[in-house]
């Protein structure tokens, strides 16, 4: 079993800043992609940002400048860094994980999603 931990999430005032963290723990043989993605009301769940195997950083159009991805994969950890946040990043966030457990099977796991709020 895998398991992926939230933490960090909570209401920012517009132009704040939050880091969020996410802790993978449990049968880990190898990670290849890990990232963050977010939900807001009404709205499908979209890329936050994300670190593939070979250690390329996406980040979705709307973050880019104001959010980092950062990892420690000797803690099978991913962080995210927020700042300039806007209401309009007010969303549940969620890590992701695509590993290989000890059955050598990928497979995305995520993680139970930490609510973000930016408002004054």
């Known amino acids: 079993q895998v398991h992926l931990v939230e933490s960090g999430g909570g209401l920012v005032q517009p132009g704040g800043s939050l880091r969020l963290s996410c802790a993978a723990s449990?049968?880990?043989?190898?990670?290849?992609?890990m990232g963050w993605y977010r939900q807001a009301p009404g709205k499908q769940r979209e890329l936050v940002a994300t670190?593939?195997?070979?250690?390329?950083?996406n980040y979705g159009d709307s973050v880019k400048g104001r959010f980092t991805i950062s990892r420690d994969n000797g803690k099978n950890m991913v962080y995210l860094q927020m700042n300039s946040l806007r209401p309009e990043d007010t969303a549940v966030y969620y890590c992701?994980?695509?590993?290989?457990?000890?059955?050598?099977?990928?497979?995305?796991?995520w993680g139970q999603g930490t609510q973000v709020t930016v408002s004054s």
């Open positions: 670190f593939t195997s070979g250690g390329t950083t």
């Open positions: 992701n994980f695509n590993l290989r457990d000890y059955d050598y099977v990928a497979r995305d796991y």
């Open positions: 449990g049968r880990i043989f190898s990670i290849n992609d």
